[in-house]
């Protein structure tokens, strides 16, 4: 097959042919029986809903972190410039008109505390140094989709609307807010979520060592969420993802016959592996970012050769080693 002849089948094949089915899936008694909670603070509400400027200096006092890191106080000439920024929002008929689209889309936010605490379920069981951190939400007016760190999670809900609703983040292409989605959103966080446990070796800048990466990010995000589909842990449709499947061979003999993977130039690695509509290096009717799909398969089929379990795998720091040891054939 010929890359430049544009030949790319797109095969719909039945997902049982796929690494795992999720219907039927149960978490195990030992996750679910960690005594964790979580509740979700809708921090959109105080803001949109102030009354006062008082309302909302108490608000930043109330939440001294997010103030801090997610707001950047220090950014502002004094506190009372960010409260009268903040409290100028609301008045702002669009903005009004986006928080009232996040209350309709978002009316409560049961389903996604109850895929978060599996998901820190999982890391404690796996992790048990793991700490669960404070979880907002907001609308910033596509300011930040998510910003993260070890104590905060702050989830920016209007980036999360419907991919047909009119208001879109104006700073994202189309084949990259489709899925931003409320089916996406649980494994985005948890897999950004991977990177403090995925050890790697910062001397290799290989195509290889991303794909190995983000293989085991997404290995980590599936072993954390095990009842969430493969395309919504990796962001593809389910067309893409069956095309992946079948043409699993032609990908990676593609790979190998342009000796892709020891490539260190960056701008060639993220033709493999950044975000794009398409892997054009391996076909036009490719979906992009396929080398992380490769890689995931190679990680999968180390940890399955090599028996290990997640603590192990994300230990492992040497691309090269996951890779000749997986015994990896399409």
């Given at each position: 097959m010929n890359r430049n002849s544009g030949i790319f089948l797109l095969i719909l094949i039945l997902f049982c042919a796929c690494k795992q089915d999720k219907e039927g899936c149960v978490i195990s008694e030992k996750v679910s029986g960690i005594p964790l909670e979580l509740t979700i603070e809708r921090l959109e509400r105080p803001l949109f809903e102030a009354e006062s400027e008082e309302d909302i200096a108490y608000f930043l006092e109330e939440h001294p972190y997010f103030s801090e890191m997610y707001l950047r106080d220090d950014l502002y000439p004094s506190i009372g410039h960010l409260v009268s920024t903040l409290y100028g929002i609301p008045k702002d008929t669009l903005m009004q008109e986006l928080y009232q689209e996040v209350n309709t889309n978002f009316p409560a936010l049961d389903k996604l505390e109850t895929d978060l605490l599996t998901a820190f379920k999982h890391i404690k069981y796996y992790y048990p140094d793991f700490e669960v951190p404070k979880v907002y939400t907001f609308v910033s007016g596509f300011t930040t989709d998510l910003y993260m760190d070890n104590e905060m999670i702050v989830i920016g809900l209007d980036y999360f609307l419907p991919s047909d609703h009119r208001f879109q983040p104006p700073d994202l292409p189309k084949y990259m807010t489709d899925r931003y989605n409320r089916d996406h959103l649980v494994p985005m966080i948890v897999t950004a979520i991977s990177s403090r446990y995925n050890?790697?070796?910062?001397?290799?800048?290989?195509?290889?060592?991303?794909?190995?990466?983000?293989?085991?990010?997404?290995?980590?995000?599936?072993?954390?969420?095990?009842?969430?589909?493969?395309?919504?842990?990796?962001?593809?449709?389910?067309?893409?993802?069956?095309?992946?499947?079948?043409?699993?061979?032609?990908i990676w003999t593609q790979l190998i016959e342009q000796e892709a993977i020891y490539e260190t130039n960056p701008f060639e690695v993220r033709k493999y592996t950044g975000e794009a509509p398409f892997t054009d290096a391996i076909s036009p009717d490719a979906p992009g970012r396929v080398g992380r799909w490769v890689g995931w398969n190679i990680v999968d089929a180390y940890a399955e050769e090599k028996d290990l379990d997640l603590v192990q795998l994300m230990n492992e720091k040497d691309a090269q080693k996951i890779f000749m040891n997986s015994a990896y054939k399409p």
């Open positions: 050890k790697t070796d910062l001397g290799d800048n290989s195509l290889l060592a991303e794909m190995i990466f983000y293989g085991k990010a997404y290995h980590f995000t599936q072993a954390m969420l095990p009842c969430t589909s493969e395309e919504h842990v990796i962001g593809y449709t389910p067309e893409e993802l069956a095309a992946c499947y079948a043409n699993e061979d032609f």
